[in-house]
């Protein structure tokens, strides 16, 4: 199974079943990124996440010709480089780090078919629980609702339970098992 806390993790879980990489029994996602071509990811404008104020042009513009050329960073501690993350955010050049090839965003290749083949009758995604606060500034949760969509209307066969709770990203941080 994969268990995930991590924005990028569920976009991971989800791209490894999607490319035939993996077959987990069940997916859990926790305020997943799963729409990273919608105005949020694509267009400066004023949006604080968790707080923050935003950052100016020039912390994006920094931190992309930084790591241009370079080799992929694949392992930091929290919260080193949460920073550049949020400024890249804000000013709309997520996509210039995460590039523009359309098999990088799940909803385009669910809804385009751009998927490996699979067993007939075998749902497209395991089971999945989708965690999501409705008022996350961080991740939206617009792209959660897009992609239970999608899948109600094109997989109808994939499982799926959706949590959406009152709150900003990383609401559920104190939750126990109790909480439901």
């Given at each position: 199974?994969?268990?995930?806390?991590?924005?990028?993790?569920?976009?991971?879980?989800?791209?490894?079943?999607?490319s035939?990489?993996?077959s987990?029994?069940?997916?859990i996602?926790?305020?997943?990124?799963?729409?990273?071509?919608?105005?949020h990811?694509?267009?400066p404008?004023?949006?604080p996440?968790?707080?923050?104020?935003?950052?100016?042009?020039?912390?994006?513009?920094?931190?992309i010709?930084?790591?241009?050329?370079?080799?992929?960073i694949?392992?930091?501690?929290?919260?080193?480089?949460?920073?550049?993350?949020?400024?890249?955010?804000?000013n709309?050049?997520?996509?210039d780090?995460?590039?523009?090839?359309?098999?990088?965003?799940?909803?385009?290749?669910?809804?385009?078919?751009?998927?490996?083949?699979?067993e007939?009758?075998?749902?497209l995604?395991?089971?999945l629980?989708?965690?999501?606060?409705e008022?996350d500034?961080?991740?939206?949760?617009?792209?959660?609702?897009?992609?239970?969509?999608?899948?109600?209307?094109?997989?109808?066969?994939t499982?799926?339970?959706?949590?959406?709770r009152?709150?900003?990203?990383?609401?559920?941080?104190?939750?126990?098992?109790?909480?439901?």
């Open positions: 199974m994969f268990a995930n806390s991590s924005v990028s993790g569920g976009y991971l879980a989800l791209q490894s079943v999607l035939g990489f993996t987990p029994k069940a997916i996602t926790l305020y997943p990124m799963i729409d990273m071509q919608s105005a990811y694509t267009e404008y004023q949006k996440i968790v707080g923050v104020s935003n950052y100016p042009r020039e912390a994006a513009d920094s931190f010709s930084a790591t241009a050329g370079n080799s992929a694949t392992e930091a501690d929290p919260p080193t480089r949460l920073d550049s993350a949020i400024a890249v955010v804000q709309g050049r997520f996509l780090l995460l590039g523009h090839e359309p098999e990088l965003f799940v909803l385009e290749r669910i809804e385009a078919g751009f998927l490996p083949p699979r007939t009758g075998k749902p995604l395991p089971p629980f989708l965690l999501h606060g008022n500034t961080a991740v939206p949760v617009d792209g959660t609702r897009k992609l239970v969509n999608i899948l109600q209307r094109s997989h109808p066969d499982k799926f339970h959706v949590a959406i009152p709150g900003d990203h990383g609401f559920d941080f104190p939750a126990t098992t109790q909480d439901g």
